[in-house]
């Protein structure tokens, strides 16, 4: 299984980028698909999460400002990055709870991609 990121960039403050991760390979079902992020020297932090068919998770620097969506038919998750602040400038994962099959389910994580945004 492979999680292919894409969507990040330089914006000025104020601006807006979208992020889009699709899981690919040997999928029996997926679980749960979310975004972190991570700036140097400081651990990888939860920005947002959607359970597939579930709740939505969003830290609360993201709260009002992001939106995380997903397609459940190509296996994909979108984050929605509206009004960007100096501070969300970080680099972000696409994360992925998948069911290879019914009994097993892993964790994954796709390359990670640079957010920058200037003040």
């Known amino acids: 299984v492979q999680l292919q990121a894409s969507g990040g960039g330089l914006v000025q403050a104020g601006g807006s980028l979208t992020l889009s991760c699709t899981a690919s390979?040997?999928?029996?079902?997926?679980?749960?698909m979310g975004w972190y992020r991570q700036t140097p020297g400081q651990e990888r932090k939860l920005v947002a999460q959607v359970v597939i068919g579930g709740t939505t998770t969003y830290a609360e620097s993201a709260e009002g400002r992001f939106t995380i969506s997903n397609d459940n038919a190509k296996n994909s998750v979108y984050l929605q990055m509206d009004s960007l602040k100096p501070e969300d400038t970080a680099v972000y994962y696409c994360h992925a709870e998948i069911m290879v099959s019914k009994n097993y389910q892993f964790e994954y994580w796709g390359q990670g991609t640079p957010v920058t945004v200037s003040a």
């Open positions: 390979g040997d999928i029996f079902r997926v679980s749960s």
